[in-house]
């Protein structure tokens, strides 16, 4: 079986990152979400086949005092999955 997710942005207000910690937001992200997609029992958990989503409104997320980048790509991943299980 094949998963394809697209996601064409991430929009984060007010959050300052450090110069090159976007690749490892981005990198959590990926490797979260691809975690959660893969995972046992994922495809059981409501998804539907050919879902297309055209935005995801995502919940809102706690950041910690030190804005850990790769905290920030896991939970950015973890919110991205629950509002692909509701749609």
């Given at each position: 079986?094949?998963?394809?997710l ?27 979400l ?33 804005n ?20």
């Amino acid at each position: 079986m094949n998963i394809n997710l697209h996601i064409d942005r991430v929009v984060l207000d007010g959050i300052d990152l450090k110069p090159g910690e976007q690749h490892w937001v981005k990198a959590a992200l990926e490797a979260e979400l691809s975690r959660l997609l893969t995972g046992p029992g994922a495809l059981e958990s409501g998804f539907a086949q050919n879902l297309t989503v055209p935005r995801i409104a995502s919940n809102n997320i706690q950041l910690s005092g030190d804005n850990n980048p790769v905290r920030l790509g896991e939970q950015i991943a973890q919110s991205v999955y629950g509002g692909i299980r509701r749609e």
